[in-house]
């Protein structure tokens, strides 16, 4: 069985509201830089729970689960 793979924000959403998981870590990357990518003219991520994050500290704070 293949397995599911879910990236979780700095504040525990899922990256894109309609796709719960990914089928692939191809795909979750190419997720990840679109959605990082949403954040470069503001040059940071917000989060509720560790304020303002560098976007090149922002994939440490975001949370990968295998379901």
């Not at 949403?38 to 509720?48: C, D, I, L, M, P």
Request: net charge positive; proline share 3%.
């Amino acid at each position: 069985m293949a397995k599911k793979i879910q990236i979780l924000s700095p504040d525990g959403f899922t990256l894109e509201r309609d796709v719960p998981y990914y089928k692939s870590h191809r795909a979750a990357a190419e997720a990840f830089a679109k959605w990082k990518k949403g954040y470069e003219t503001q040059g940071y991520y917000s989060s509720v729970k560790y304020g303002r994050i560098h976007l090149s500290d922002l994939e440490d704070y975001c949370q990968l689960n295998y379901l």
